[in-house]
């Protein structure tokens, strides 16, 4: 027998077994890593080439454990490219959430210099890459300089023809999230990143989170008045695990609520299945379609959104299973499309230890 608190302990060695057995019994299955997942995070380094990463999975607001392989500092902020749609139409609907804006209005009545069929666009079709005005391949938002204001940007994003009829094709990643950035400013007359801040950054303690324009990283922040809507966030790996809190627990953290569930509900609707998606990203299964501002990789019967997402062309891949209730980030600075075949592999592993 041993000794506990100076008194015999008295239980035998069986009963200490069986308060052992209902222990493990009790633990969840998904504790920790899943076995595979290493390996697999593994081979985003060593095969697929990335120089390091770090995987972060939670359920119901809790860490259930995080990975690193390779080489990354998990406090430098990192360029996340189109993980950034994710935050811009968060903040967006924020103001749609105020009345301030409507996603189905003309968006000419808040931008006048606009003129004929892009005076008609919606910020519905803004903020779905619907609008017509092209696609990532032109790069228009991209090659803008950040010292210029991004009421000058976005009007001569206007300006340019439209490429396609309004809701006729979705072309993933034009310039169309600028306009929307102007809609936002001249609807609460504040900056974009002052009204992020305000609304996002500071309410879910984002501090090492900032906007620019992947294209020109070695900008000072505070020179920045043309952030990059669709891909200018730089951030951590622990910041944008906040924000995706936020996310999977449908716009509420903490008891502090973001966006109403009638926003997150529009925001989180599907948008694209009804029009031909002509152009596609690199690294994006051909079947995944589109709600506003992220993917919706999976659908139910009901065409509601399953497996939601932003993944950027850097490689950092936020995704949230509403089946399950769990998510996570994968965070690192490679090609997508070298790495997005097993990172999608290595969520599935993730995905089968928790029960599905």
Known sequence: MREVNGRRDRRGLGVVLASVLALSLAAPAWAGPPPGLEAKLREVVQEDGAPGVIAMVFKDGRLLYRLQEGDIDPDAPTPIASASKWMTATLVMTVVDEGKLSLDEPIGRVIPELQGEAARITLRQLMSFTSGQGSLAD???????????????ALEIGA?????????????????MQLAGLMVERATGKPWAQLFDERIARPLGLTRTYWGNPMQPGADPAGVRNPNLQAGVFTTADDYARFLRMI????????RRILSPKAFAAMESVQT???????????????????????CETLDAANRCVMISSPGAFGVYP???RASGTYGLFFLKHRLAAVAGDLREARAIILAADGR
């Open 139 to 153: 790069m228009t938002d991209l090659k803008q300089d950040v010292r210029i204001p991004l009421e000058r940007g």
């Open 319 to 321: 995704w949230v299973d």
């Open 273 to 295: 299945l009804k029009t031909p998606r002509v152009f596609m990203p690199p690294g994006m299964p051909s079947d995944a379609q589109y709600a506003i501002g992220h993917w």
């Open 160 to 176: 340019r023809p439209l490429a396609d009829a309004p809701g006729a094709v979705f072309k993933y990643g034009s310039g169309s």
């Open 248 to 255: 999977a627990q449908k716009g509420e953290v903490d008891g």
